[in-house]
């Protein structure tokens, strides 16, 4: 069964101790299915105005972000486990590698909270220590 629901994803990145922030909102669709959430939303970029396609699957263990569209491209993050994928952007292709430190997720009736902490690599040097926030809420419609 699919929900309307709002979504809050907030992204934090640390980088030689100099953190960075985003939060981003939309709206979406949420579905469980093999005891696995669905996550369906769609982002705008704000200058060019192309539409990319985000389908975020998850669970107590994994993530995986699958995006198409100006960005393309699919993270997988597995606790303590490293990931790599090829990520490509209107700037090019990055071969990235995530190393997952924690997934936390917690469900109540109307909401969903998905937490994930990970060490960001790109061409096999580290990036950043990042931390992903999700925020599902079916009441908010």
Sequence with gaps: MNHNVVIKISGLQIVEKTGDSVEMLATGKHYIKNNKHYLLYDEIDEESGAKTK????FNETSAEVMRNGIINGKLVFSKGTNNQSLYSTPYGDLLVEILTKDIRLKQQQ????????????????????????????????
């Design 54 to 57: 985000n389908t975020i699957k």
């Design 110 to 141: 109307d909401n969903v909270n998905l937490k994930i902490d990970y060490e960001l690599y790109a061409n096999n040097n580290k990036v950043s220590d990042s931390k992903i926030e999700i925020e599902i809420n079916e009441a908010g419609i």
